[in-house]
């Protein structure tokens, strides 16, 4: 079993940056990683970015590649994502995946999600 916990969104301006949390308790397996998601409304989930569990490789979506970076603590098994020159297209509910399928869009394990609202 994983627990993950989203934290950080709130409401920001255009242009301005912000850090998400993902506090991962459980025992992920070695071949999970842990994945973003976001969901703006009446739109589909999406991919934004990924670290393996098992090393500090990092994926992202090519809309947000350049300004967000997925970084880890070990110590506090937290992931988090910077994200930087945020625009109203970034504002959504955004969730933490974990599972060996999230690059594909699949998560075994989700948290609640945070919600990430940019102002134009």
């Known amino acids: 079993q994983v627990q993950l916990v989203e934290s950080g969104g709130r409401l920001v301006q255009t242009g301005d940056s912000l850090r998400l949390s993902c506090e991962v308790s459980?025992?992920?397996?070695?071949?999970?990683?842990i994945g973003w998601f976001r969901q703006a409304p009446g739109k589909a989930r999406e991919f934004v970015s990924a670290?393996?569990?098992?090393?500090?490789?990092?994926y992202y979506a090519d809309s947000v590649k350049g300004r967000f970076t997925m970084s880890r603590d070990n110590a506090k098994k937290t992931m988090y994502l910077q994200m930087n020159n945020l625009k109203p297209e970034d504002t959504g509910i955004y969730s933490c995946?974990?599972?060996?399928?999230?690059?594909?869009?699949?998560?075994?394990?989700w948290g609640q999600g945070t919600q990430v609202t940019v102002s134009s």
């Open positions: 995946a974990a599972g060996s399928q999230v690059l594909s869009g699949s998560g075994t394990y």
């Open positions: 670290i393996r569990w098992a090393d500090t490789r990092t």
């Open positions: 459980g025992r992920p397996y070695s071949s999970y990683l």
